[in-house]
Nanobody, 123 residues
Framework: QVQLVESGGGLVQAGGSLRLACAASERTFSIYDLAWFRQAPGKEREFVAAISRSGGDSTYSEDSVKGRFTISRDNAKNTLYLQMNSLKPEDTAVYYC???????????????WGQGTQVTVSS
């Protein structure tokens, strides 16, 4: 069972950038497809981006983040990243990383989850 720990969240002004990281506990990190989800207060958890185990294939939430966020991974460092640029107040949420065996926007397809990191974007 892989353990995931997110970091890099914080408070940033609108238009700013943050890079989130998700560190995994085991060397078999590269067998997992990975994703970022987020959950704002009073809202359901929503898909942000996902990346295949090799890093060669990625997909994004079309409506909200494509063109501003970039998902990447470093299998040698057992770490997943989310580079977030041009942040907006509506990006405020707890961001979670997740690991599974398929690249999907469906949260139920992921087996393991981190504890989340808070991102707050001020206007």
């Amino acid at each position: 069972q892989v353990q995931l720990v997110e970091s890099g969240g914080g408070l940033v002004q609108a238009g700013g950038s943050l890079r989130l990281a998700c560190a995994a506990s085991e060397r078999t990190f590269s067998i997992y497809d990975l994703a970022w989800f987020r959950q704002a207060p009073g809202k359901e958890r929503e898909f942000v981006a996902a990346i295949s185990r090799s890093g060669g294939d990625s997909t994004y939430s079309e409506d909200s983040v494509k063109g501003r966020f970039t998902i990447s991974r470093d299998n040698a460092k057992n770490t997943l990243y989310l580079q977030m640029n041009s942040l907006k107040p509506e990006d405020t949420a707890v961001y979670y990383c997740a690991a599974g065996f398929v690249v999907s926007s469906d949260s139920s397809r992921y087996w393991y989850w981190g504890q989340g990191t808070q991102v707050t974007v001020s206007s």
